[in-house]
């Protein structure tokens, strides 16, 4: 098991403590309010579709705050350099957008209460179940791994053996889900939100202060890693060495479409905020608003990953005691003063927590939704079905617990998790973008495209690329070939199961298929949203020209 390394304790004092304690009460309150208005299942699940855009945005953003955002892309700056941009502008922002412009409206025009319930509509019970599945594994994987990052600032902060720090943090969140459902969820993620904020700021004002302002990171980082180490695309030729370990084409495919729109476009843990918002147009707006946060925030970890590359020149390297996971904490060791370092430590939980929460929420609606209340426990009251989603919700949280102890054994997340989203995300985004807009996709296509995306990105990651046949650099270049390779195998199949099996009646097609629409779904546009700063295409687009104008200096 992955420890932090040995003398890397937080110097916290009884103001940190305070500061901690005082967070932690703030959020079993916001449980407790939430609580009140849980009625239904509906309520419990996706807060009775009530929310309005800005909460829901923000809430979509801080779900993605997690493992992934804080430890992990740290990691992955002090590990590959700048290159960790392209995770933000073409690894985020083109999808949340495309979700925002084209899927939402299915998404929410066809009322479906979760992701997998839409390829019930769309195919069969045959790839519903598949999904549901798939989908509740993974969601329980992801989850581990936040819970796995929390522990080790818990680690950092109380001395706790990591064993300990996972079961008392995974306790921590299933009290405050239990309680008040998504609602207090997605309000505590907005709290996080601007929690997260207040612990990464200083953390970068201070790093780059110590290392004498942008000018000297830069240039000790040129004499130490190479001027590809602070270029986005240097190196990135086919047949070029680069610290990725990946060229331009696996970047833009790999990563910029099929990872990416695998990911935010069907990972169920962010569009769950989208489908709690109060009407089609709010659902629409909630993955552009968070667009623009998520673009600016790469900065808040990508430079303190750097500060630690520059500080620790053998961080992460053999021989060393420090693992990249560690240049967060190590660095929040090193430059924070008590009382901002108690705001560092409770905006580092408050991450984790909200990774956590995110992806447990979405796996107990999945699990009770599309698998329990659909194939084994039927046409129950719906007091049953809040009690049951209370109940494996507790079971989600146990079985991350035992995941985490897996995420602990990779010295950078970020790589495990790229893993996953290769294996789970990608294979369901070929199934649904090919469902969504070639009517002719059969029936049976959806499963049989499901199962060979998933297995064909296994075999090549842990039978191909792991046992030598072909030779990639990093695992983070493998994971880009492994999408690649799902995605492809996922379309060949559901194009050869196309041609020799029925296509779904037209008639059923409606609101499902691109160019369609469900009778009766259309509804009256709340107060204000016709105005034109609300306007998706105005803020889909802005995101995306905003995108490729923060490439211009990291390009050169």
């Known amino acids: 098991m992955q420890s932090l390394a040995a003398g890397l304790r937080l110097p916290t004092n009884g103001l940190d403590y305070t500061i901690l304690a005082i967070y932690f009460i703030v959020v079993l309150g916001i449980g407790f309010a939430a609580r009140a208005s849980v009625k239904t299942s509906l309520d419990f699940f996706l807060s009775g579709r009530s929310l309005p855009a800005w909460v829901t945005g923000l809430a979509f953003v801080a779900a993605n705050l997690g493992a992934t955002e804080i430890l992990g892309m740290s990691a992955t700056g002090a590990q590959y350099g700048v290159a960790v941009v392209h995770w933000y502008w073409i690894g985020a922002i083109p999808a949340m957008v495309f979700l925002g412009l084209v899927m939402m409206p299915f998404y929410y025009g066809s009322k479906v209460r979760s992701v997998p319930e839409f390829l019930l509509?769309?195919?069969?019970?045959?790839?519903?179940?598949?999904?549901?599945?798939?989908?509740?594994?993974?969601?329980?994987?992801?989850?581990?791994?936040?819970?796995?990052?929390?522990?080790?600032?818990?680690?950092?902060?109380?001395?706790?053996?990591?064993?300990?720090?996972?079961?008392?943090?995974?306790?921590?969140?299933?009290?405050?889900?239990?309680?008040?459902?998504?609602s207090s969820a997605i309000y505590n993620e907005v709290l996080q939100f601007f929690v997260i904020l207040a612990a990464l700021i200083p953390l970068t004002i201070l790093g780059l202060k110590r290392v004498g302002g942008w000018d000297g990171l830069t240039g000790s980082l040129k004499s130490s890693h190479g001027d590809n180490f602070l270029s986005a695309w240097g190196g990135t030729g086919i047949g070029e060495a680069n610290p990725l370990g990946a060229n331009w084409l696996t970047i833009v495919l790999g990563l910029g479409f099929v990872l990416s729109f695998g990911y935010w476009t069907t990972n169920f843990a962010e569009v769950q905020r989208a489908l709690s918002a109060k009407n089609l147009s709010a659902a629409r707006r909630t993955p552009l608003i968070a667009a623009f946060p998520k673009m600016f925030i790469v900065f808040l970890v990508m430079i303190p990953g750097l500060v630690a590359a520059t500080l620790v020149p053998k961080i992460?390297?053999?021989?060393?005691?420090?693992?990249?996971?560690?240049?967060?904490?190590?660095?929040?060791?090193?430059?924070?003063?008590?009382?901002?370092?108690?705001?560092?430590?409770?905006?580092?939980?408050?991450?984790?927590?909200?990774?956590?929460?995110?992806?447990?929420?979405?796996?107990?609606?999945?699990?009770?939704?599309?698998?329990?209340?659909?194939?084994?426990?039927?046409?129950?009251p719906d007091a049953y079905y809040l009690r049951f989603g209370r109940l494996i919700t507790a079971i989600g949280v146990l079985a991350s617990i035992g995941t985490?102890?897996?995420?602990?054994?990779?010295?950078?997340?970020?790589?495990?998790?790229?893993?996953?989203f290769s294996f789970f995300n990608v294979p369901m985004f070929?199934?649904?973008?090919?469902?969504?807009?070639?009517?002719?996709?059969?029936?049976?296509?959806?499963?049989?495209?499901?199962?060979?995306?998933?297995?064909?990105?296994?075999?090549?990651?842990?039978?191909?690329?792991?046992?030598g046949v072909i030779s990639i650099?990093?695992?983070?270049?493998?994971?880009?070939?492994?999408?690649?390779?799902?995605?492809?195998?996922?379309?060949?199949?559901?194009?050869?199961?196309?041609?020799?099996?029925?296509?779904?009646?037209?008639?059923?097609?409606?609101?499902?298929?691109?160019?369609?629409?469900?009778?009766?779904?259309?509804?009256?546009p709340a107060e204000g949203d016709s105005a034109w700063y609300r306007r998706p295409a105005l803020l889909g687009w802005g995101a995306i020209a905003l995108a490729a104008l923060c490439y211009i200096p990291y390009s050169f």
């Open 121 to 182: 509509q769309r195919f069969d019970k045959s790839a519903h179940l598949l999904a549901s599945a798939l989908f509740a594994f993974a969601a329980v994987l992801i989850a581990g791994v936040n819970l796995y990052a929390l522990s080790i600032v818990v680690e950092a902060l109380l001395g706790w053996p990591q064993w300990v720090a996972i079961v008392v943090a995974g306790l921590f969140v299933l009290a405050y889900i239990t309680i008040g459902g998504l």
């Open 473 to 524: 650099p990093t695992d983070q270049g493998a994971n880009f070939v492994s999408a690649i390779v799902g995605f492809v195998a996922g379309a060949v199949v559901m194009v050869a199961v196309t041609l020799f099996t029925a296509p779904k009646p037209a008639a059923e097609l409606a609101g499902l298929v691109y160019g369609t629409k469900s009778p009766g779904v259309e509804e009256p």
């Open 404 to 420: 985490a102890f897996i995420a602990s054994s990779f010295s950078n997340i970020m790589g495990y998790l790229q893993t996953l």
């Open 430 to 467: 070929v199934v649904f973008v090919i469902g969504m807009f070639w009517k002719r996709a059969s029936v049976k296509s959806g499963v049989w495209g499901l199962f060979a995306g998933t297995s064909a990105a296994m075999i090549n990651y842990f039978w191909i690329y792991k046992q």
């Open 316 to 380: 992460g390297t053999p021989g060393s005691d420090l693992t990249y996971n560690d240049a967060i904490p190590l660095l929040m060791q090193e430059l924070l003063p008590n009382g901002v370092l108690g705001i560092a430590v409770t905006g580092l939980l408050a991450a984790f927590m909200a990774g956590m929460a995110a992806n447990v929420s979405s796996f107990n609606t999945v699990f009770t939704y599309d698998i329990w209340a659909k194939y084994v426990k039927k046409d129950k």
